[in-house]
């Protein structure tokens, strides 16, 4: 008898919640996006095909990783592939002698699968061969929305580090300062911090910049009387942190003009927006509902036609996983889900405002994962 | 009539182009891909479906990208959708008569797939929805595999920057800096060197980790006697550069033990090996013929057991283009082609060497574009 590790019955525990999840359609499972991999066995590398059936994993990698997962996919079977990764899954599959193997089609290209019904031997004759591979979804994708005790830690972990970036920058940050720099800086730290990486292209958007949504560092100066968004977001033990705050570049913020409502308004009516939607949050409640209540806030003060995105997305292995917070969504939150909540107004050519956080959907509603202020902040 | 400026004509030239590659298969092509949407148009948008047909262009994205689409997409008619940009273009497509229209295969799911022919009326008939659809395969990716003369300066510049940055390094490294905090400051400084991001996670492997062909930077110490290996790379105007130097951090390189290659030894083997494969570089030459040239100097030395990957790949707007550079692959080299040449010998538990440059497919050969040096460097 082998012992098997707390990794080992973890990665056990999640296979079977899959092949469960499956079960009414297809024998087993052939998974291939390398989140959904690293997910189901801990594998980290950049070439693995991972095969669940009945109780049994395999993991089919090629020479360059061998060693990295027998390392660290705890309780899978590893097999060096000599052929493409995916093609000696398939065939081990037949020889396995599986009849109905589901796939993610939201994850496997129309090449991929014309190269997984190719790998099958003619043996099998047409009808089995077109009925093998069957299309279960994203059936590893929802089963990550929902955070165990150890993923949920990784992530606070994620989110802290985040904070504590915010906070540095805000005794860093000074009218004149490029976009990069502050980006620079921002990533600097964060490796110093113990980042393995960003969680995506680091948003510093000074000025009229700031009423772009995606607006990437450039080279421009920061100025005075204006707003400053940063989105930025930390990885953790391959786990991402995401949040943004936007603070004002001091210089008295612009009041009210024809046409255009004041910075300190739109910022106020942001952040009430914002809590409203955290309020929301709530199992049971749909991801629509969460948007709605962040954009009737908006709605109430005429800027909702300005907030041109959706509420949320959950977070974890990946910056943009389930659910998505966004008009009539009816998926129901569930205790578990890490989510953000983003909403933000953008007024072209003039200036924006996005305050976003992290949060946990507990039992009894939403815990913040970002805790850091969101209170009016002149630099 | 409208004067249209160079870089719509550009954008028309590859339309064009990429229409005829498809056209006996298909009257026209939609393009999810989004790299392959910024080649065609300008658009960098992180939403958006192109459709090509006759000489018109269309893009379809969402609210918060069309000022930026208006922009960046000359010569492209933008479309601002309200329901998923690709069931609008879908729409568009059946709407303007096509009845046989170009996919790209190897880029869409089986559930984008699916969506595409669902957004097509049941006016049309079981028979002509599941015609519509062709794949037409990577039709655009192998036409941005041959750069012009643009492209060719970009990613000159970027080659340059990386280039700079490692002269940078061999300054500042030193024995018991962690892993991490050379990565930092070399993203830092890539940050001020005007960077859009890194083309990757910056690998940094120091000592019996340099034995990881992807090790990416840990919070180990960087000790005394052993191996560094950077492999690394910026975007500048969304092209990437890729470079890898292995420097030896001195106190004298370990000679051969028992069963064990010295250090030195290994390292002139791989420089002999990179040099080889870029001196076979030549147009008509196949890829599989640069991967011999490498991989044959490394087999007279006894370490071909130890190259475990390819010898490059294309890079361009994405770190990973084609063509391979493998074993066997029997495409053949084109001038105007911009590849890595990176051999590597990678002794499990002991210690790795690779060498990269980038290099530029000439009439009469290769240009190297990342020049810094290659000799052996004691830190």
Redesign the interface.
Known sequence: MTEMSDLGLMYKRRQGKVLRRVGGAAEGMLVTHLPDVRYLCGFM??NGTLVLFRSRALLFT???YT??AETEAVGTRVVTASKPAVVEACEWIEAAGIMCCG?D???????E??KMQAALSKKLGARARSGMFV?V?AAVARLREIKDAGEVEVLRRAARVGCELFEHMLGFIEAGMTE??V???L??RA??A?A??MSF?TIVASGDRSA???G??T?RKIQRRGFLTMDFGVVIDGYASDMTRTVHMGGAPRSKGKGVPGQREVYDSVLEAQEAAISAVLPGVTAGEVDEAARSVLRRDGLDGYF??STGHGVGLEIHEGPRLAAKQTQKLEAGMVITIEPGVYL?GEFGVRIEDMVLVTATGAEILTPSTKAWIEL
Chains 1, 2 share one sequence.
């Open positions: 590398g950049s090629d020479g360059r060693a990295q796939f089609g939201t994850r496997t290209t129309v090449s699968l014309g299309d979804g990069m720099a980006a620079g800086e990533e600097y490796r110093l113990g393995e990486s292209e772009m949504p995606h990437r560092a080279d041109t995105h072209p």
